[in-house]
């Protein structure tokens, strides 16, 4: 069983409309958890980080955490084709501990 | 939010060569980089974890001998891909973060073995 699993898609979804992104992870000791967005030939980039349950807002993007549940994830409001990218889910059991991370979901906006 | 600079970006080499790709944190001492490699449609796969003034930590399956890492000061850490050959074609990325807590990555080098 993998350790962090993310639906490799891709999701597609229209301009506009809300992108719905879930990760599931089995370790249950894990306390931080992050979404990182990649564009196709880049490195991974930083959109959101959560460490206790409940929803967590930046702008467009939105983290949910459940732990009890063992998953976390992300919606994307008003999906512009920019976001089209790749959308890792990444899990850390503790501070100085390393990321684990999920294989990735393709998102898919269409104007 | 914390910068890593990693060079070169891509690089491309004859097989039985070695390729040395280096990775500073800018603005925060690095006391631990994380190094992964990324195939064609697959997610990141940590290779090793580096840290500053000590051997690094390779993972499973990963080579020691054959990907060299240094970490010899606060701010720079270096991935040498020694005898490279066709198969470690590859995208190699590097991270560390302020207290290893958020990680940020270098901007990837795309290694291709001729």
């Known amino acids: 069983q993998k350790e962090v699993e993310q639906n490799s898609g891709p999701l597609s979804v229209p301009e506009g409309a809300i992108a719905s992104l879930n990760c599931t992870y089995s370790?249950?000791?894990?306390?931080?958890f992050f979404w990182y967005r990649q564009y196709s030939g880049k490195s991974p980039e930083l959109i959101m980080s959560?460490?206790?349950?409940g929803d967590k807002e930046d702008g467009r993007f939105t983290a949910q955490l459940n732990k009890a549940s063992q998953y976390v994830s992300l919606l994307i409001r008003d999906s512009q084709p920019s976001d089209s990218a790749t959308y890792l889910c990444?899990?850390?059991?503790?501070?100085?501990?390393?990321?684990?991370f999920g294989g990735g979901t393709r998102v898919l906006v269409k104007p | 939010g914390a910068v890593v600079s990693q060079h070169p970006s891509w690089v491309i080499c004859k097989s039985g060569t070695s390729v040395k790709i280096e990775c500073r944190s800018l603005?925060?001492?690095?006391?631990?980089m994380f190094w992964y490699r990324q195939f064609p449609k697959q997610s990141l796969m940590l290779m090793a974890t580096?840290?500053?003034?000590?051997?690094?930590?390779?993972e499973q399956g990963v080579e020691k001998d054959k990907f060299l890492i240094n970490h010899a000061s606060l701010t720079l850490s270096t991935l040498t891909v020694t005898s490279a050959h066709p198969e470690d074609s590859s995208f190699y990325i590097c991270?560390?973060?302020?207290?290893?807590?958020?990680?940020?990555f270098g901007s990837g080098t795309q290694l291709s073995v001729l």
């Open positions: 990444a899990v850390n059991q503790a501070a100085g501990n390393k990321l684990t």
């Open positions: 370790d249950r000791v894990s306390q931080s």
């Open positions: 959560i460490y206790s349950n």
């Open positions: 603005d925060f001492q690095a006391t631990t």
């Open positions: 580096s840290n500053e003034g000590s051997k690094a930590t390779y």
């Open positions: 991270s560390s973060g302020q207290n290893n807590e958020k990680l940020f």
